[in-house]
């Protein structure tokens, strides 16, 4: 099979700000080389950081962040591809216009286009993805490495596929947080993608897992995931929209979505928890915060936080 690969060339604040155009398009597969990952790594500027790093990322740290996207090579992906470009251009000249604030800088915002072979894509984002300890006690580790787990460490074996959920985006490590923070005896995981915040949830001691998502690749892959990490028993992941049909109250919900999804299902969450149960949200930019939160409210909600990392944050709040 062959694709469509599209890579942009910017500053790791345009990254950041193009992020959600690439992630709603619809792409096969999204991932980001950006050496100032790398650079925060090895300054400890956490108080939880990769144990060890692939040192090939470590040369040339100057370089310029990149994100890569692939499609199906497809007439339909073709004109979506044409949409990105129109709506970087778009970005780009709100920039300038300085839309974003006078100190915003983009960079290039260049993109280049090419079509290859499956084999010349479907693996090459695995080299960038190594352990990392996302909590004070979660590490997550891809299923092609090797870690040895110290003291008081849980490790979560994860093959993401072409599933969104590696652990690494700041959205799922929020959620992963609140997570450790807020532990249950029974949690929904909507749009559950590669299964990463549900086998989290059982790591962190639930009895009792429920993951839906919509595409049916990503129930399949969320399912494997569950079976590598020893979960088949208490963690079940159905194929469904939302929470729609879906029969089962829990003391958790996460979801881990677009803004939009998730002011769409606050109402469901609030109807699918007991009394005093905590929605956790997040994949909402921090321009789009005070809009979620007051559509959580809005549908019951008491908001206990909303924590920020970088231009994400997420909504942790009580079924009152």
Known sequence: MRYIQIKLHAS???IEAAMPIFLESGADGVSVDDPADVSDIMDKKHSYDWDFIDESLMQHPDREPVMTAWFDDTEDNRQTV????IALMKLKAEEQYQAF???ADFGRLYVETETVDDEDW????KEFFKPAKVTDRIVVKPSWENYDAKAGELVLEIDPGTAFGTGTHETTSLCMKLLEKYQADRVIDVGCGSGILSVAAALLGCRYVLGTEIDP?????????VELNGFS????????????GVPYKADVVVANLMHDLVIRLAPDAFAHLDAGGIFISS????EKRDQVAAAVEAA???ILEIPEDGEWCAIAARKV
């Open 233 to 244: 028993g208490n963690v079940k992941v159905l194929e469904a929209d939302l929470l729609h």
């Open 122 to 125: 479907k693996d090459n984002w």
């Open 300 to 302: 019951g909600f008491e």
């Open 101 to 103: 604030g006078p100190d």
């Open 82 to 85: 044409q949409d990105i470009k």
């Open 12 to 14: 790791r604040q345009g």
């Open 283 to 286: 994949g909402i930019l921090v």
């Open 217 to 225: 690749l990503a129930v399949e892959t969320a399912r494997e995931n």
